[in-house]
């Protein structure tokens, strides 16, 4: 197995001979496979922990502990698996702002149903 | 950059669909609800499936950076089994539905959760189909360009359906209306 040196000796050397790609499509650190293995694992865990929740009561915690746990693995999944993390900055930028302007949405539905709903 | 935008377009996509379930998941009538159709167990397998197709995706793209074609093209074909088994999942889930009464047009809560969880079987097979090309390209030296380049933008589509079932999975099947 290649070392993370020799993978982002890797990635240099492609950008080398394609220079037509932007440098920072995949200027990222490709890390050994033992690192996403690990980190399948960890969300496999939170997954069996979000699925127990069916079962077990969690009280007054269930529905920030649920909101917590999705946050986890949505950061962890595009910041580790899409490289955002290692990435230019303006990709987590586009991709985070069409997350906010979802949530906006969201935000101007609920207020349009609950202020206008009687009218 | 415009792989980025569109994801980010997909995100308004999903929100505005998961908005509208959210706004509509407590209109139906009292026996057939959520909380009656929901088969948690299942679907909870079914979500660990995707997820595990997150990181054989991942490995792919690792392998094709290290320009490893057998490995590569392996666990592209890996990813794409697995995204068959979720969407075979769903259609399974879908049908038992139908037969306990729940339809299309049977209420406002069931309209917007067959469009919302359809919208997402519909962006996993077109992944799907998205591998198998890459798959099939691959193994005739046809990629373009960059060929790891190629299969990690293939792969930002993948880990976006994922990242959005992540939010389905909570906000629509563990937390009751």
């Known amino acids: 197995m290649s070392t993370t040196a020799d993978h982002v000796e890797h990635a240099d050397h492609d950008h080398g001979d394609h220079g037509d790609h932007a440098p920072e499509a995949h200027a990222h650190e490709h890390k050994p496979d033992s690192y996403y293995v690990k980190i399948a694992l960890i969300l496999a865990a939170i997954t069996a922990l979000e699925t127990s929740t069916y079962w077990v009561d969690f009280g007054a915690f269930f529905l920030p502990t649920l909101l917590i746990l999705m946050a986890i693995k949505f950061v962890m999944v595009a910041s580790l698996f899409m490289h955002l993390r290692g990435d230019s900055k303006i990709f987590s930028y586009l991709f985070y702002s069409g997350l906010i302007l979802a949530i906006g949405v969201y935000v101007a539905f609920l207020a349009t149903f609950r202020f206008f709903a009687s009218t | ?177």
């Not at chain 2, 299942?42 to 490995?59: A, D, N, W």
């Not at chain 2, 793209?61 to 093209?73: E, F, G, L, Y």
């Not at chain 2, 259609?91 to 917007?112: D, H, K, P, Q």
């Open chain 2, 1 to 177: 950059m415009a792989m980025w935008m569109f994801l980010g377009s997909e995100c308004l996509l999903f929100g505005g669909l998961i908005s509208t379930y959210m706004l509509y998941r407590g209109r139906h009538p009292a026996d057939l609800g959520p909380d009656q159709v929901f088969d948690i167990p299942f679907t909870s397998v079914s979500s660990f499936v995707l997820l595990m197709s997150s990181l054989t995706m991942v490995l792919a793209v690792s392998s094709a950076a290290q320009k490893d074609d057998r490995r590569t093209n392996l666990w592209l074909t890996v990813t794409a089994l697995l995204g068959a088994t979720f969407v075979g999942g769903q259609v399974y889930e879908f049908t038992s539905f139908y037969r306990e009464g729940l339809g299309f047009t049977s209420s406002l809560f069931s309209s917007s959760f067959f469009t919302l969880t359809g919208f997402h079987g519909v962006h996993v097979t077109v992944g799907i189909i998205m591998l198998m090309a890459l798959v099939g390209i691959n193994k005739r030296g046809r990629i373009p360009g960059d060929k790891a380049e190629v299969v990690e933008l293939v792969g930002l589509y993948w880990h976006f359906v994922d990242v959005v079932w992540i939010i389905i999975f909570t906000l629509v099947y563990l937390i009751p209306s």
